[in-house]
């Protein structure tokens, strides 16, 4: 052990050992306790853990990794950190499902957020209730969402705003925004959050919500991990829906396809969860990981149309009930899709429980993994595109660029989205201007042998040059003028919170947006 710690303590001087107190003395390791430092690892796994992520594209290794067994640990490490004269960076981890580096700390350090819920008993996942706001559930920072999930449907309640996938962290999707088919609905999941624990860039523990620190409270949501790390959320809950109705259309034309899934986000008591996605012809089923959903008999089907057609597009809806509505919903539903212009008898409904409709996207990823292919790069490439560009985009990129050059991807997602739920004061980036609606665009690129970083270039390159207004989401940038263009007025906003709560610019370095001289 003795020697593991000399080792540790030697790789971490060389890194470290540069920080020195403000009066420029040297800091004395003493200054972290004994406690913390037998936290830290450098050794090859912890490293080569904390330097890859899902995107499998970019490796950085940190020069060392904390696991963390309370909130006292990280509070040490980033006040230590502040402290120096010469500050090294540190990045908060969830799952690292990040596409590039954004959890990553080059010879900084990694906080392996997981290891706060070392002994996997839920005990961070707390149910209240509150006469002012109802149900709410007190989150750490590190749990997954299908722990969120779990926990709470125990007690007849779920949060109501979800990610497609759940093994993302509560940290790492506030970081973001947390967007799916029921955003339209109930706002991203920053939108149903009252009040954070949040470590600021300076050590210092604060809580936040609309009302106190706020300034911290929406800088953090959509902050992109640049204002402090998030320990606990208090998150929104309701009553836990029991069935389910899951659907999806066929279209073979674009404008009615998008028609019909605007007409479905602008009812009062309508879907809810309205998605999309493109059937490539020539993808086949590849491309559908998200969810086993047609039976092979529809596929068939499906696929007889695509051939003829070489792009379709898949509506996707989701109507919640309850057992007091069982003899009721069916009628219900047609009375929602009535008018809609699918193509005739391509309609597929399935009856699933809440959470195997949430929990979706699981068995594909199961898959993959034993076929050994959710290791490979993920180039993915996510825009929000407002609704007056649509039309252009699906005739620049997805019927010329993606359908002309026919290269293996990945499942692409195309779903409106209201812009009322985004709260502007949140640091989250949505299209500039007053259009109501945008939609969400996800191309989930996965591939070991296409260059399709070319083609999303091409793709931004087109929107550019055709005066598409889009943003990225789980946005990567390299330059600090192209982060301004993508903040666009908020900019100085984003850049003041900065300076306030993490001065010396030592939070999630993977985002590449500030760096100490800059
Ligand atoms: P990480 O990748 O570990 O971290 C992301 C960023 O947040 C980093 O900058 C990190 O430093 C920071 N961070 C992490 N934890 C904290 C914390 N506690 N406090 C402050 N900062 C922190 N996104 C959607 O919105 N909707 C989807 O439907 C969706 N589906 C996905 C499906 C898959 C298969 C994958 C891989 C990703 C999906 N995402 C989706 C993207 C996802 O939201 C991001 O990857 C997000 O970063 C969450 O991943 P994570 O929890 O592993 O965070």
Known sequence: YKIFLLALISRLMSILGKCKASNNSIVPYEFMSLDIVSKLRADHDALKEASSDFGNLIQNPPAAVLYPSSIN??????????????????????????????????????????SLNN????????????????????????????????????????????????????????????????????????????EMDVITGKGELMTCSHHVNSELF????????????????????REAPTRVKWMRMI??????????????????????????????????SANNWRSSFFTPLDQSRIASLSSKFGILYSLEVVKY?????????????????????????????????????LNRVRSGELELQSKGEWEVPHPWLNLFVPKSSIMDFNAGVFLDIIHRQNKPSGPILVYPTSRKMFDERMSAVIPEGEEEIF?????????????????????????????????????????KQEWKDHFGPNWKTFQERKALFDPKMILSPGQMIFTPNS
Request: glycine share 10%.
């Open 321 to 357: 009930y309850d057992d007091a509505k069982v003899h009721t919903i069916d009628m219900e539903i047609e009375v929602l899709l009535e008018g809609m212009k699918f193509v005739a008898g391509l309609k597929f409904k399935r009856e699933v429980s809440y959470i195997d409709f």
């Open 251 to 284: 279209y073979d034309d674009f404008s009615a396809f998008t028609k019909d899934q605007e007409h479905l986000i602008s009812m009062e008591n309508g879907m809810d969860y309205v998605e999309g996605s493109l059937i490539l012809h020539q993808q086949g």
């Open 119 to 194: 002994n996997n008993d839920n005990n961070r996942i707390k149910v209240s209730w509150d006469p002012s706001i109802g149900f709410y559930a007190d989150v750490g920072g590190e749990q997954l969402w299908i722990d969120v999930l779990k926990k709470t449907v125990e007690q007849g309640v779920a949060p109501v705003s979800w990610t497609d996938y759940l093994y993302l962290t509560v940290g790492g999707t506030l970081s973001n925004a947390g967007i799916s088919g029921q955003t339209f609905r109930y706002g991203p999941q920053i939108f149903n959050v009252y």
């Open 439 to 479: 939609y969400c665009v996800g191309l989930l690129h996965s591939s070991s042998d296409e260059d399709l970083d070319s083609q999303n270039n091409e793709i931004l390159e087109y929107c550019n040059k055709f005066g598409l207004k889009i943003k990225q989401y789980l946005p990567h940038y390299k330059t």
């Open 73 to 114: 640990d990280i509070i040490e490490l980033v006040k230590f950190s502040h402290n120096c004269s010469t500050p090294f960076t540190i990045a908060a981890k969830g799952r690292g499902h990040s596409a590039r580096g954004q959890a990553m700390a080059q010879n900084g350090v990694v906080i392996e957020m997981s």
């Open 218 to 237: 929406f800088g953090v949501l959509g902050g992109l991990g640049q204002f402090g790390i998030i320990t606990r959320a208090r998150i929104a809950l």
